[in-house]
């Protein structure tokens, strides 16, 4: 049976909710690992450091007697983001970075930005300050393909905001194509990318086996095979621009099987199992350590985990529904399924 050692991993982009969810949700990650960077896409949104200050105290109520685990927030920007705000939270250690929603682009997004002219004041005060951007990177136009958006953001935005600000560094958020994995290369150091278990493990054809599959449905929306495969590459490279970072995002069962189903999938109980799955069948366990526990800190200029953890390759446990009081099931990835590789007890 195969084991793994490694430094506890953090996960680079989570979505937590609040209130009860946040309550239920919360001790998955954080029994996990050891820091998050936590997504303020909440109604009404994280949009300045007096708000990220009180969240941050709501998910600790929610971390489990005993366990350590650090939030690490950010700003939702707007149109009318402050940037004196935005300074002073990250200098005060409110906000580790600021998330960058295309307004209208997903669950939550229509306060984003519409248009990216609007925050250069902001991103000229990020770049100074040293404070990461982190971007949804999808653009809306009504006419442009939803499997090209995450191009079309490329070109664009993305490429425009590095050139014209080239002190600001940049996290582009669950990338889902060759294209993507191919800026974030072209700009190494300055720019690094979070990659999600769903875009490593499937194509777009999982949304439409046998049936239309609602739990299947994240945005960016999964990608062609070819896009999986460079995906899959990337992150068992060991490049330092390629680390963990979820998107774990809990929706209530009713409010993705519905007629308008929500974007996102709940990883957050299997995901480092769901990773490890890919390490293994790309021969690429040595690697895992660097994605998951070393080339996020480095970027975000963090020291790494000092904790171990070990890992085996058993099939011990079940993906279960997560309830949530009054309020319904969260399904999970693997939903139903028993999960490889579990958490080495006192490890
Ligand atoms: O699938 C997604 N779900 N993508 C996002 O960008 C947001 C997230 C959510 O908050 O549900
Ligand atoms: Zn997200």
């Known amino acids: 049976m195969r084991s793994i050692t490694i430094r506890r991993p953090d996960d680079w982009h989570v979505h ?14 954080a029994r996990v690992f050891g820091r998050a960077i936590v997504m303020p896409n909440l109604t009404p949104p994280v949009t300045n450091a007096a708000t990220a200050a009180s969240y941050r105290d709501r998910i600790m109520s929610a971390v489990p007697t005993g366990v350590a685990f650090t939030p690490l927030m950010t700003c939702y920007l707007t ?11 990250h200098a005060g250690g409110v906000f580790t970075a600021a998330k960058l929603y295309p307004a209208h682009a997903t669950t939550n997004s229509q306060h984003g930005v519409t248009a990216i002219e609007k925050i250069y ?11 990461p951007l982190l971007t949804h990177g999808e653009i809306t136009r009504a006419e442009v393909d939803i499997f090209d958006r995450e191009k079309g953001f490329i070109d ?3 490429i425009p905001v590095m050139e014209r ?6 996290v582009m958020e669950h990338i889902t194509t060759k294209q993507g994995v191919q800026v974030v290369r072209s700009y190494r150091g300055r720019m690094g990318a979070t990659i999600t278990p769903q875009h490593l493990l499937y194509n777009r054809n999982a949304i439409f086996q046998g049936g239309l599959r ?13 896009h999986r495969l460079a995906l899959r590459a990337a992150a068992t490279s060991g490049e330092a621009s390629f680390f963990l970072g979820t998107d774990t995002a809990p929706h209530l069962q009713h409010l993705k099987e519905a007629a308008c189903g929500c974007a996102g999938v709940f990883s957050a109980p299997v995901a480092l199992q769901a990773y490890l799955k890919v390490f293994a069948e790309e021969g690429a366990l040595d690697r895992f350590e660097a994605f998951a526990s070393l080339n996020g800190p480095a970027f975000y200029g963090l020291p790494p985990n000092e904790e171990k953890v070990t890992f085996v390759e058993a099939s011990t446990f079940l993906a279960e529904r997560v309830r949530v009081e009054s309020e ?11 999960v490889d590789w579990a958490q080495a007890r006192g490890a």
């Not at 149109?79 to 939270?89: A, C, E, F, N």
């Not at 449905?217 to 070819?226: A, F, H």
């Open 16 to 29: 937590f909710r609040d209130g009860a969810v946040l309550q239920q949700v919360v001790p998955f990650t």
């Open 79 to 89: 149109d009318d983001t402050d940037p004196s705000d935005l300074v002073r939270g």
């Open 121 to 131: 004041p902001v991103l000229e005060a990020m770049a100074e300050h040293g404070i």
């Open 156 to 158: 664009e935005v993305l």
């Open 165 to 170: 600000f080239p002190g600001l560094k940049v």
């Open 214 to 226: 609602p739990h299947m449905y994240c945005l960016p929306v999964l990608k062609r095979e070819e």
């Open 328 to 338: 319904g099931e969260i399904v999970p990835l693997f939903d139903g399924e028993m």
